[in-house]
């Protein structure tokens, strides 16, 4: 009988790259969509990030999000 079990295949184009790339990448990047679930919907805006690589583990992304919706779609995302 043939094993069922499944094998996760990790082609290149989505292998996870060092962390320092990322950072790099962010910081060459920063627009990035930033993506929230309330009341069972998704809320997603493009909004730029800054990354600050001397906080955390890890750096800390920092981003603005308007907070009240305005007459031009603006988000509400900042509950």
């Known amino acids: 009988m043939r094993d069922r079990r499944s094998t996760v295949v990790r082609s290149a184009p989505f292998c996870r790259p060092d962390h ?9 990047h920063p627009l990035g969509i930033l993506v929230t679930h309330s009341k069972g919907t998704l809320d997603a805006n493009h909004i730029p990030f800054e990354l600050d690589g001397s906080k955390g583990d890890k750096g800390v992304l920092n981003c603005h999000v308007a907070r009240k919706k305005s007459s031009l779609g603006g988000s509400c995302q900042w509950r």
């Not at 320092?20 to 060459?28: A, K, P, S």
């Open 20 to 28: 320092n790339t990322l950072l790099d990448l962010i910081e060459r």
